[in-house]
């Protein structure tokens, strides 16, 4: 019996749509970046994208546990000196509700090139609607 070794040209790319209301942002990011890597297929393999696309609907209405509204804290920096920006989950849930959920799927992923292409396969909306009908987006479940 020999090893498959996906290959770019073979991989089939399906779509997901899942919808994120009242589900805790932890477990949605994992569920979401196994998609995204390929792991839910027999024919994973590291090196190669054979991760699906995943349209993430109802961005704003994701649950977070415990405290965490108030106590988790989202840093950037400008780069220059005293460049330092943080803002809470709670106000990142009102302003950019998607950015949130990116975040959270982007730390799940490796950090490497590959986890670039990966992450450009999530779509995150926060209203129920989503543009991407014509791909007929198979719903998945958490």
Known sequence: MRTEVAKKETVNHQWFVVDAENVVLGRLATQVANVLRGKHKPMYTPSVDTGDFVVIVNAEKIALTGNKMADKVYYSHSGFPGGIKSSTAAAMLSKKP?????????????????????????????????????????????
Do not use: D
């Open 98 to 142: 998607e950015e949130l959920i990116r975040k959270a799927v982007k730390g799940m992923l490796p950090k490497n090139k590959l986890a670039r292409h990966m992450l450009k396969k999530l779509k995150v909306y926060s209203g129920g609607a989503h543009p991407h009908e014509a791909q007929q987006p198979a719903q998945l479940s958490l």
